[in-house]
């Protein structure tokens, strides 16, 4: 058993209560790491040593020094990616080729947020009051706490550690229980790159209070969380009453459409890509497909013929196209959803089961004839599940793409420019990819 401690003030630590507890691999079952089992009383030495850093040398750094240290860090995570994919991949299940391309690019992202760091400047505000200077200078919010998800952690992390850093913000950042493992070891990989103690702290815990006492801490000035819909809803809660900030990257449901006029074999690259990559555990799933009629069959026979062959196995295999669900539990509720789709009426056409390797697996699943009335087309699934539903009309496609109240994101499938531009601007989603899917860059 592997065993790793939680970072505050520089340091590995054990938690106040001494309490420790284990995490899984998902693919063999085995408990594979020891970490502390935190609490508040944890989160409040965490933020007391990031208010401290806060208010020392930390909070006097030039934007440039610490554009140097995200650099610094940048070149640390480059030379350590492939150690810290494979932790990843231990934690979560996820294929390691994913794990490898995600810690690959962080480097990416903390060399943009350097940039920022170096380039952010206020405003001087002409006025008509004589003898005035009026001016606006950039400052930290303080401390950020951050809340991040399991399944891809981090990545998730560093789209806010990156910029917290960049404005000179400290942080206390509380990871999955799943997948405690490589936040620590950033938080180690930070400190080598000579992070002052303090700047970026880790509390881990079994259960909710490390995130509970976080998200309501007086001396938390922002949150940042990831996470579903239901906990982001608590934690705004909790943000508001003390009227500190939140940023709130939640769950989804999102609609790909694809029209008659499409590339169909383009398509099906997408929407395979976007609801069995990461085994369906990611917040932009590509979870509905909205099909136009005529095309419908074609594009099923397409997915469906794929979608069979699909090879599920040992993640960190270079043959492996599928990893397992990252828990037990998530592959009840996986089954879970299914079996109502099909008590609603939905048609079973691939998958539906284990893929007979038992674990965690489900194969990749699609079911058609999903009506916007059933629960699978509202229902987040977190999983390798894709709905699908026809449409006759542009204006019906829309609709139904939009009768969600998620707005995460969504993808448009069409050869017409002019077509890819209006159904874009008529989404109710924040990120719409057209004839490609799940593309991001720190610049956008
Ligand atoms: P989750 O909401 O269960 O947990 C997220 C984090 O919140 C974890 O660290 C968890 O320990 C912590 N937490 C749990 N209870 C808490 C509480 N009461 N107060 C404060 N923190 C608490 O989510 P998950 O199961 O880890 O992740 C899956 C969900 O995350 C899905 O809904 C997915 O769509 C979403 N997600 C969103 C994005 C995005 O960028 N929008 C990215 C990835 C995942």
Not at 55 to 83: H, K, M, Q, S
Request: aromatic content about 6%; overall charge negative.
């Amino acid at each position: 058993m592997d065993r790793y401690g939680m970072h505050i003030d520089g340091r590995p630590e054990a938690g106040q209560a001494g309490r420790e507890y284990e995490t899984v691999d998902p693919f063999t079952g085995q408990a594979w790491a020891a970490v502390p089992d935190g609490d508040g009383a944890d989160v409040d030495r965490a933020v007391a040593a990031a208010r401290a850093a806060l208010r020392g040398p930390w909070g006097a750094t030039t934007p440039t020094a610490r554009a140097d240290v995200l650099r610094r860090l940048a070149d640390l995570v480059e030379r350590d990616a492939d150690a810290l994919a494979a932790l990843e991949t231990r934690d979560n299940g996820k294929l390691l080729a994913e794990t490898l391309a995600q810690c690959r690019g962080l480097p990416h992202w903390l060399r943009y947020f350097a940039g920022l760091a170096e380039t952010a400047r206020g405003a001087v505000i002409p006025t008509a009051k004589a003898n005035v200077l009026v001016y606006t200078r950039e400052e930290p919010v303080g401390v950020v706490g951050a809340i991040v998800p399991w399944n891809s952690p981090l990545l998730l992390l560093v789209f806010k550690l990156a910029p917290a850093l960049a404005a000179g913000c400290t942080l206390v950042v509380k990871p999955s229980e799943q997948t405690p493992v490589t936040t620590v070891e950033l938080a180690r990989l930070a400190t080598e790159a000579g992070l002052p103690d303090g700047v970026f702290n880790v509390v881990t815990g079994a259960g909710p209070e490390p995130g509970t006492a976080l998200a309501a801490h007086p001396d938390v000035a922002m949150i940042a969380f990831t996470g579903s819909t239901e906990i982001g809803r608590l934690v705004a809660h909790a943000a508001a009453e003390r009227f500190a900030r939140s940023t709130l990257e939640l769950g989804g449901k999102s609609a790909q459409i694809v029209f008659a006029d499409a590339d169909l074999e383009a398509a099906r690259d997408g929407l395979l890509a976007g609801i069995f990559a990461a085994t369906g555990q990611t917040c932009v799933a590509g979870s509905r497909l909205l099909v136009h009629r005529d095309v419908h069959d074609e594009l099923l026979a397409l997915l469906v013929a794929r979608a069979d062959t699909i090879r599920l196995g040992d993640p960190t295999a270079a043959d492996t196209e599928m990893g397992p669900l990252s828990s037990p539990a998530q592959q009840t509720r996986v089954r879970g959803h299914v079996e109502r789709a099909v008590e609603d009426g939905a048609r079973l056409v691939a998958g539906g089961h284990d893929g007979g390797l038992g674990g965690c697996f489900w194969a990749p699943t699609i079911l058609d004839g999903v009506t916007p009335d059933m629960r699978l087309a509202r229902d987040e699934v977190f999983g390798p599940v894709l709905a699908v539903d026809v449409f006759d009309t542009d204006a019906e496609a829309i609709e139904k793409a939009n009768a969600t109240p998620f707005g995460l994101a969504a993808g448009v499938w069409t050869t017409d420019i002019g077509r890819a531009h209006r159904t874009a601007a008529a989404l109710d989603a924040g990120t719409v990819w057209v004839n490609t899917y799940r593309m991001m860059a720190p610049e956008v």
